[in-house]
């Protein structure tokens, strides 16, 4: 079993629409989430970190079920300029470990 | 207020040769990750560094690939006799000293093995 896993996607949706990415990851004793936004052939950057009581930061939010073992992010009132992949990552002691990412693609 | 700076941004070797690749982390940032991403994967761990530490590298191949991060000056990743398979963008990510896991990432080198 992969340690953390992804849909790969691609998600096409319209603009104005609300899309959720998950992310599950196999190691109970994880202790830090992350999201990260990655462009065609550009570095990972840091999206929001992800908190146990959950996280929003303006049309984002962030969900942790640490029963179930995954985090979400949603995306509402999609933008052309959310077209990117979405990394999850996730550790427990560093470094940390990244899911292989969801593609979104946003259409006008 | 800089982030963290690789170079350089886009090197091209021959089989055989050597890369040598750079990272200055964030300013206070006093921990370093190397990752290498092949095209249409994720990023995978290589190697986890101090100041004139290896904390972890696990995910270094056994040959060939090695690490430095020195007391004074830039960590640099260093692969000998690189074979067309390295061909990959190589990510360095900085974090501040104990007490955080966020990571941030430099632009990346891209090395192309010809």
């Known amino acids: 079993r992969k340690e953390v896993e992804q849909d790969p996607g691609p998600f096409n949706v319209p603009e104005g629409a609300t899309v959720a990415f998950n992310c599950t990851y196999s190691n109970s004793a994880s202790q830090s989430f992350f999201w990260y936004r990655q462009d065609c052939r550009k570095e990972p950057k840091l999206l929001m970190s992800?908190?146990?009581s959950g996280n929003e930061d303006g049309r984002f939010t962030a969900q942790l079920n640490r029963a179930s073992q995954y985090i979400s992010l949603l995306i509402r009132d999609s933008k052309l300029s959310d077209s990117a992949t979405y990394l999850c990552?996730?550790?427990?002691?560093?470094?940390?470990?990244f899911g292989k990412g969801t593609r979104l693609s946003v259409i006008a | 207020n800089a982030g963290v700076m690789q170079n350089p941004r886009h090197l091209v070797r021959r089989r055989g040769q050597e890369a040598r690749l750079r990272c200055s982390p964030m300013k206070g940032h006093s921990h370093v990750y190397w990752y290498r991403q092949l095209p249409e994967e994720g990023l995978k761990f290589m190697v986890y560094l101090q100041k004139e530490n290896i904390i972890d590298e696990s995910g270094m191949p056994k040959e060939r690939f090695s690490a430095e991060f020195p007391k004074e000056g830039p960590s640099i990743l260093r692969i000998q006799q690189v074979v067309r398979g390295d061909s990959a963008a190589y990510f360095c990510?900085?974090?501040?000293?104990?007490?955080?896991?966020?990571?941030?990432f430099g632009p990346g080198t891209r090395l192309t093995v010809l």
């Open positions: 992800v908190y146990s």
């Open positions: 990552a996730v550790s427990w002691v560093p470094p940390l470990v």
């Open positions: 990510a900085s974090s501040p000293p104990q007490g955080s896991d966020t990571q941030y």
